[in-house]
T-cell receptor, first 113, second 111 residues
Framework: NAGVTQTPKFRILKIGQSMTLQCTQDMNHNYMYWYRQDPGMGLKLIYYSVGAGITDKGEVPNGYNVSRSTTEDFPLRLELAAPSQTSVYFC????????????FGPGTRLLVL | KNQVEQSPQSLIILEGKNCTLQCNYTVSPFSNLRWYKQDTGRGPVSLTIMTFSENTKSNRRYTATLDADTKQSSLHITASQLSDSASYICVVSEETGKLIFGQGTTLQVKP
């Protein structure tokens, strides 16, 4: 199993551009999450999904959108990139609840200039 | 507001030495407390998980303790190795399922 994979590893965006961060898991997990990690700060939940077709906002959803059309994929969309979205983004998954062990991807480093 | 505070922010030790990382939380009621290890450039990996009724949990050279009365947890690393260099993140789960992440302690083990 590859676990949780994310692409791209690193990206530079100009202000106002849009992009999609890809996340795929091959563990047949129901729950998937997107977090952002800023220097010196704890991970913040952006969006999560409890299954295909169901998504919900986390702590910091503004400026982002998600979709969950399949169990495996959970892409994160940035529509109008802003410097405040410069961060490292982690996708994670767990089997049947948030409180179980979450398995994280390697992260996507995003720089918005 | 539920919070998780970790100390120290960073720590440097010599290979072979022991160290202890601290985690204080205000989350109440809480469901469980977990320690994650995050290597540079990688995602976090779970080390231990404890419910409120557990006092200690070990995983190889890592031992986590929990005092639910004082709302404190510690992660003790024994006989440190260079591969222990990483950030260690304390995560407390509310009963609702929401996770509160600490800001992490960065450990550097030097030869």
């Amino acid at each position: 199993n590859a676990g949780v994979t994310q692409t791209p590893k690193f990206r530079i965006l100009k202000i106002g551009q849009s992009m999609t961060l890809q996340c795929t898991q091959d563990m047949n997990h129901n729950y998937m999450y997107w977090y952002r990690q800023d220097p010196g700060m704890g991970l913040k939940l952006i969006y999560y999904s409890v299954g295909a077709g169901i998504t919900d906002k986390g702590e910091v959803p503004n400026g982002y959108n998600v979709s969950r059309s399949t169990t495996e994929d959970f892409p994160l969309r940035l529509e109008l990139a802003a410097p405040s979205q410069t961060s490292v983004y982690f996708c994670a998954s767990s089997y049947i609840s948030q409180q179980e062990t979450q398995y994280f991807g390697p992260g996507t480093r995003l720089l918005v200039l | 507001k539920n919070q998780v505070e970790q100390s120290p922010q960073s720590l440097i030790i010599l290979e072979g030495k022991n160290c202890t990382l601290q985690c204080n939380y205000t989350v109440s009621p809480f469901s469980n407390l977990r320690w994650y290890k995050q290597d540079t450039g990688r995602g976090p990996v779970s080390l231990t998980i404890m419910t409120f009724s557990e006092n200690t949990k070990s995983n190889r050279r890592y031992t986590a303790t929990l005092d639910a009365d004082t709302k404190q947890s510690s992660l003790h690393i024994t006989a440190s190795q260079l591969s222990d260099s990483a950030s260690y993140i304390c995560v407390v789960s509310e009963e609702t399922g929401k996770l509160i992440f600490g800001q992490g302690t960065t450990l550097q083990v030097k030869p």
